[in-house]
């Protein structure tokens, strides 16, 4: 569907004035707060919301928009929006803005001008520029000759279609919005986010660095090769020497060269910029030299004849004459060439034997284009380092010995070739298609500019390439072709022999072609290492960030003077050239990504104004960036990922928290979507059963967390596995709470980060607590990612608290979770659990198994012990033995069970049957619901309430004093099943009820009164506790069956005292109330 085009103003009398007009018109896309984490780089910010901080103060005073007055605060009018759109301008952050801080020394700044550059010289004639380069002039020639024009014409046509696929996604990219000067960098980052954009653009970066290094070798090996060979410092006196004294002489040169131009660079840019058109003439010229030299072999082939002994071709340097011998006056005598072959100049002189049996011939270097040559070019001819470049089916008679072939002046290859050599050699040729994108800030129209120029300059380049590959096929020689530095046609350039009117232009044209390119990547390189570095994402490059007055990358230009240093010291060009190649590779491949990404997840903002792309161009562009990495070189290819993995973690890990709306976070919401309709399907299998955790923290009064040893527990308990919500409750309304809300959720997740929590916080407000606690168990997920199991904290101050709210709070909260089927964890003085950084020593995690609650309490001691914290802890399991149950035979068969789970746990039987009632556990029920009715029955004031409750603990304390003596831990009756309940009941109401219960009743008549359930819930309390006590009292941790609230919620204060008691005098405890199902399986 098209957006609509046409606009409709509709003219609003009575004055209303747009009192918004008088703000600083170039803020409304202003690049970044000055207060703001970047330095000053690009950043979204939109034209259209909360813009308006200028405006602050100026009353709007029409009545014809009275309605909206509330939102002139934060959203602009119309018609100061479109007054301020109108007035923007992009002053591009690249080298003008240092040409005109240098001109004005600092002083007034220049008004802006508006960039006027077109298509032609803004995008195409850079792009043109930028790709035809070294490789053409230096190895072009070469390529063909040994890959044959079939494989070179696959070669070329492979990386040309990479960089066309490329270039389609590039213009989709760049017209999606305005580019900031930067280039592929922000195209990259904004698009993939910033960890991708980090790694692509460092990338790309040493990617630049590396091109600028190829193009000062490329410099200089025209000038010591072809223009001055005598200027060479280090001359090999034998033959088998040469490739290394060429090296020293390249390293030795290039690092001269390199600081030159480093120097130029950072004396001023302007000066290279100035240049820039006489390094493309040259590149123009040269191109059509070698067209029209192709012409001119039609009609009358240049005369470069080579000189072949056999088949095999000779180095013309030492002699000038191709042939063995001549006559002079009658007189035979020998040549130079003889001399080179044989012991002496005398015709009886021992001579070498492949020498001794064929004859020289001589043939032409280049016989033209109607010559039939291009036959004998067509296929390959790899071989190993040091193989002769011999002419195809010529005749020749084979040596025996040709262990001296090394030390005669053949023609051999310096490197061993094969096909993915070359493809990594020829690769940089077709890269330079950013140069576009990367002036976007000068362009008149960036978004029509750069698709146009850029994919006319890849199809311009591209037909230059094919036709010089067919055209180099058909006019030169097989084994000149082969000869990369000429040395058969007397150390000419071989491109040049074919050049019109002479080889000097092309030699000329290549160098200062070379010498262009090196010093533009020297210029772009440092620029783009500090936008990386003031974008704050790579902590360690801020330095990078900083440089002169105006702005000039300084220290940016020092690194890369320094990492291009690296390249001239490997000092190969065809050693060089597959490295840069894997970076520019890697770049593309992200670039194709990033459109693939944003077509596919259909983005909102994705409007591209270039029509002509698909998500699958993108796709097969990626794959063939991807395939051609690997088909260069798999090592370099993993070292580049490697280096482009380190940094994407090193971001992700370090770097500033960006959020630049990139595609990454897109799929990232895609994925998660899907993920959630799986999981929405059906429920998870016990096999696949974890604590998904909801954890309901309290607050202070300054939104802190009361209790984070619960977020290191959860830590512990998770080790960063699963769903984690941390949610709380605050009082009030949502509209009065908003701040405290924003406060305490920021609070929370500092918590969260501090205690290592890796989860998501929720923050409800609501009417009361109980409500908001409700309202969290029932909706705090998402689909299938619900949380399965709630972990508070034990209200330990219940019985100090001036409100009751506070323990019904948690009574409701545990009923609320048992109706969900969600399980339930309490922490009793979680303050006390060990921290993350602590390490338990030789100890125990004791569980008592009480009741079956699904395996809950076997499988939270096995997580918990995955932590390094509990790591070194042991598990005991204790279950209760009942009255008619055979102890032995249990523990034989929970440990069978234990070994059918693979859990390693000492396992022990505890044996309690019945016993009588004491008179501690009567006085104690007595003092509770002495208690509970006093509170129940008297209103009283806060004061006389903390008095009477002061009152009840004193007379409990004496009371269990008295009555301590007479304790023994006798054997109990524990599981409360209702058979056992009514078996309990009759035996009481039987006459001959034991004497020693009636005795007690004598004591204390107002025991007999009691209700006998309390009495037996109490019993079971402090009996348990006592054997509790007595076997787990120095355990690390205690896990514990929680036992139901009950029914009828008039008994909920007794039921605090009942969970009281059971837990008293034990240090840390978990209770734990199973959700309903099986957590835990034997099967696999």
């Given amino acids: 569907m098209k957006m609509p085009t046409s606009f409709t103003v509709v003219p609003v009398e009575d004055g209303a004035k747009s009192s918004l007009d008088d703000a600083d018109d170039n803020n409304v896309l202003r690049e970044e707060d000055e207060d703001g984490p970047g330095d000053g780089n690009p950043k979204e910010s939109s034209p259209f919301i909360n813009n308006t901080d200028n405006d602050k103060g100026t009353l709007y005073d029409g009545k014809n928009m009275a309605l909206f007055e509330e939102e002139m605060d934060s959203n602009p009018m119309v ?38 550059m077109g298509t032609f010289i803004g995008v195409y004639l850079p792009c043109l520029q930028n790709i035809l380069g070294v490789i053409l002039f230096l190895r072009m020639t070469w390529i063909v000759g040994t890959a044959g024009i079939l494989e070179s014409f696959i070669i070329v046509a492979m990386c040309c279609s990479c960089t066309m696929l490329t270039a389609i996604s590039m213009s989709a990219i760049a017209t999606n919005g305005v580019v900031p000067a930067g280039g592929s960098y922000y195209m990259i980052s904004r698009s993939l986010g910033p960890e991708f954009g980090g790694a692509v653009g460092l990338c790309f970066y040493l990617g630049t660095t590396f091109a600028g290094a190829m193009y000062i070798l490329g410099t200089i090996e025209i000038l010591l090769t072809y223009i001055v060979p005598s200027a060479a410092i280090f001359k090999a006196e034998e033959k088998e020497l040469e490739a290394e004294a060429m090296l020293n002489n390249m390293r030795v040169y290039g690092t001269a060269c390199l600081t030159l131009m480093s120097l130029v660079v950072f004396v001023g840019v302007k000066y290279v910029n100035k240049l820039a058109l006489v390094f493309l003439a040259c590149v123009v010229l040269s191109i059509l030299a070698i067209y029209a030299g192709v012409i001119k072999t039609i009609f009358e082939p240049p005369d470069f004849p080579i000189c072949l002994l056999g088949n095999r071709s000779l180095q013309k340097h030492d002699f000038d004459k191709c042939l063995k011998t001549e006559i002079i006056d009658n007189i035979t005598v020998t040549t130079k060439l003889w001399s080179l072959f044989c012991d002496g100049p005398s015709l009886n002189a021992s001579c070498n034997e492949y020498f001794r ?10 016989p033209g284009l109607m010559s039939g040559v291009i036959s004998e070019n067509m296929w390959s001819t790899y071989g190993a380092a040091g193989m002769l470049v011999e002419k195809i089916n010529f005749p020749s008679k084979p040596a025996t010995n040709t262990s001296q072939d090394m030390y005669l002046p053949y023609v051999s290859n310096d490197i061993a070739t094969f096909f993915t050599l070359l493809v990594g050699i020829y690769f940089p040729s077709v890269t330079g298609i950013m140069a576009g994108s990367n002036r976007s800030g000068d362009l008149r129209d960036a978004q029509k500019s750069i698709p146009i120029g850029t994919i006319l300059a890849i199809a311009t380049t591209t037909f230059i390439y094919l036709s010089c590959v067919v055209l180099f096929g058909a006019c030169i020689e097989g084994t000149v072709l082969r000869d990369k530095f000429g040395d058969s046609v007397k150390g000419n350039l071989v491109i040049g022999t074919l050049s019109w009117p002479s080889p000097w232009v092309i030699v000329i044209g290549s160098f200062f072609s070379c010498c262009g390119a090196g010093l533009q990547s020297l210029t772009g390189a440092p620029r783009l290492l500090q936008a990386i570095a003031r974008d704050g994402i790579v ?11 105006n702005g000039e990358p300084t220290w940016a230009l020092l690194l890369t003077g320094l990492i291009c240093e690296t390249g001239i010291l490997i000092a190969s060009l065809d050693a060089v050239a597959p490295i840069l190649s894997m970076f520019f590779l890697m770049c593309y491949l992200f670039v194709n990504l990033a459109c693939a990404l944003q077509t596919l997840l259909r983005t909102p903002n994705w409007r591209p104004r270039f029509k002509f792309y698909h998500w699958a161009l993108s796709f097969l562009g990626m794959s063939l960036c991807l395939a051609l990495m690997f088909i260069s070189s798999w090592y370099y290819a993993l070292v580049a990922m490697l280096i482009a993995g380190c940094i994407y973690k090193y971001i992700e890990y370090r770097g500033a928290e960006k959020e630049w709306g990139d595609g990454i976070r897109g799929i990232s919401l895609n994925a998660a979507r899907y993920a959630l309709m799986r999981l929405e399907e059906a429920p998870p299998h016990t096999k696949n059963w974890r604590p998904q955790l909801l954890v309901l923290l309290n607050l202070d009064s300054e939104m802190c967390v ?48 501090a205690e290592k929590t890796k989860g998501f916080c929720h923050v409800v407000v609501s009417s009361n607590l109980r409500d908001g606690f409700s309202h969290l168990i029932q909706s705090a997920g998402l689909g299938g990612m619900k949380h399965n199991c709630v972990l508070m904290a034990w209200p330990g101050m219940w019985k100090q608290a001036n409100d009751a709210q506070c323990w019904r709070n948690f009574i409701e909260t545990v009923r609320e979770t048992t109706a969900a089927h969600q399980a339930l964890l309490v922490a009793k003085n979680v303050d006390s659990f060990p921290t993350n950084q602590d390490r338990l020593g030789e100890g125990t995690i004791d569980v008592w198994w009480i009741v079956h609650d699904g395996g809950m309490l076997m499988l939270l001691p096995f997580l918990l012990r995955q932590h390094k914290v509990w790591r070194k802890c042991k598990m005991r399991i204790f279950t209760v033995a009942q009255m008619d149950d055979n102890s032995i ?84 009756h524990m599981t ?39 009495v037996r819930r109490m019993h079971t309390a402090v009996k348990l506790n006592e054997v509790v006590v007595n076997k787990s009292q120095g355990a690390h941790l205690v896990l514990l069956n929680m036992p139901g609230p009950p029914k009828n919620r008039g008994g909920d204060e007794n039921y605090m005292e009942f969970l009281e008691v059971l837990l008293e005098g034990l240090n840390r405890v978990l209770l734990v109330r199973g959700g309903g199902r099986e957590v835990i399986t034997i099967y696999s």
């Fill in 79 to 116: 018609s100061s929006l479109l007054s301020k759109l109108a007035n923007y301008t992009n002053l591009t952050q690249g080298v003008r803005e240092h040409e005109e801080a240098d001109d004005d020394e600092g002083a007034k700044k220049k008004a802006v001008k508006s960039p006027q």
């Fill in 357 to 366: 049996e064929n004859e020289v011939t001589e043939v032409q270097g280049i």
């Fill in 889 to 972: 035979q249990m523990k034989k068969d929970l440990q069978m069970f234990l070994y059918h789970l693979r859990l390693d746990a000492e396992v022990e039987v505890v044996e309690m049957h019945d016993s009588d009632i004491s008179a501690f556990t009567y006085e104690k029920t007595l003092v509770m619901e002495q208690r509970s009715q006093m509170l129940k029955q008297m209103q009283l004031s806060r004061t006389e309430r903390e008095r009477e409750a002061q009152l009840i603990h004193d007379r409990n304390t004496a009371s269990h004093a008295a009555m301590n003596s007479d304790l023994t831990p006798d054997r109990v």
């Fill in 976 to 1014: 409360w099943t209702k058979e056992k309940f009514f078996t309990e009941r009759n035996r009481n109401r039987e006459p001959n009820t034991n004497m020693a219960v009636r005795d007690l009743f004598n004591m204390r008549p107002e025991w007999e009164s009691l209700n006998q359930s309390n």
């Fill in 706 to 753: 009361k209790h984070p040893r619960l977020l290191s527990f959860t830590t512990q308990l998770k080790a960063g596995k699963g769903l984690t919500i941390v949610g709380s409750v605050l009082e009030g309304t949502y509209l009065t709470k908003e701040t405290e809300s924003k406060k305490a959720e920021t609070n929370i997740k500092s918590s969260m980060s």
């Fill in 539 to 549: 902590p360690f490059l801020e330095v990078f960030g900083h440089g002169k007055a």
